[in-house]
């Protein structure tokens, strides 16, 4: 019989110190040189008496050393600790994923996403009226999983006959970016809301394809730019329940027709079942959540696609092309 430590399972300690050890940048500030804990809560402005008691937590979890008594150092969970900090970050997008837990049982009881009990607005609304959240989560977005966006988004590999992409909820343009810099004789565009697309001239001007590069500013429920041979859809589908879901879908089906192809990248899993604590999360933060690859087939199915084929990318993310019904 497993033995279960439920002690150890309902601990809201570690993770509160983590998050507040990230936010208040302390790896960063040993980096520098900051060693004691008074030089520490000096430079991370904050009381050094209850900054001593979450490092010395954390110490006892691992995260952390302390060689002599008040002397802190890095060890690599705490490298780690600040490397990953920005979807940790209690003062950006992080503190809102923290904070959005306390309305799991709201949800669990009506079905339906409570972030607007604890934050007044729903989700993408709450973005949208506080600009440094929504570059947090902007940022966040940009490293998806893997730090530098994979550009190989076709599972054939041919891009011989593709000459336009176009990236639908492509936020700063990141991925697109990649793409076009791998694929010189392709054109792209990035689709997504104006204030998050705003960014994208950066993005691709520091990636040297702003030549071939364009930005629009718009919804994705809204038609798409028609015509392009191949529209990616990278970790948007699991933001949103199945009826939006399947809209988003039918408008990459609308405009892809009658050749072009529909490329999903994320929010898919291939076998069994999705991760559970990243299905919760969409659940909790906007209604969404992780799908098997036959849900997602479904979808597809009643936005008008055909599920081509299936494959992964050189690093390791599970594609489902799709191809206009016709």
């Not at 940048?25 to 040189?33: K, L």
């Not at 055909?306 to 599970?318: A, E, N």
Request: proline letters at 5%.
């Amino acid at each position: 019989m497993r033995t279960v430590d439920l002690e150890q399972l309902g601990d809201l300690c570690t993770p509160w110190c983590l998050r507040v050890a990230a936010t208040l940048r302390i790896g960063a500030h040993i980096e520098a040189g900051a060693g004691s804990l008074e030089e520490l809560a000096a430079a991370a402005r904050c009381d050094a008496d209850a900054l001593g008691r979450v490092l010395r937590h954390l110490v006892g979890k691992g995260v952390f050393e302390e060689p002599s008594p008040g002397r802190f150092a890095l060890n690599a969970v705490a490298r780690a600790l600040e490397e990953q900090r920005i979807g940790l970050d209690l003062d950006g997008f992080g503190g809102r994923m923290a904070h959005a837990w306390g309305t799991l049982l709201a949800a669990v009881r009506t079905g339906e996403p409570a972030y607007r009990d604890a934050f007044g607005r729903p989700f993408w609304d709450d973005l949208g009226a506080n600009p440094a959240i929504g570059d947090s989560f902007d940022a966040l977005m940009g490293l998806a999983g893997h730090g530098v966006p994979d550009p190989e988004i076709l599972v054939d590999g041919d891009w011989a006959a593709v000459r336009s992409v176009v990236d639908v909820g492509g936020g700063t343009g990141a991925l697109l970016a990649e793409i076009l810099r791998a694929h010189p004789a392709v054109r792209g565009t990035v689709v997504d809301l104006p204030r998050t697309v705003a960014r994208a001239a950066e993005t691709f001007a520091a990636a040297g394809v702003a030549d071939r590069a364009t930005a629009i500013g718009q919804s994705f429920f809204d038609p798409l730019p028609a015509g392009a041979d191949v529209y990616v859809i990278k970790n948007v589908l699991a933001d949103w329940a199945d009826r939006e879901a399947t809209a988003i879908l039918r408008r990459c089906a609308e405009a892809a027709r009658p050749a072009g192809r529909v490329v999903l990248s994320g929010g898919v899993a291939p076998d069994g079942q999705p991760s559970r604590s990243a299905d919760l999360l969409m659940f909790v933060l906007v209604g969404g959540k992780e799908r098997t690859f036959a849900q997602v087939g479904d979808l597809a199915a009643a936005a008008g696609l055909d599920v081509h084929t299936t494959g992964r990318s050189p690093s390791g993310r599970f594609l489902v092309e799709c191809r206009p019904r016709r």
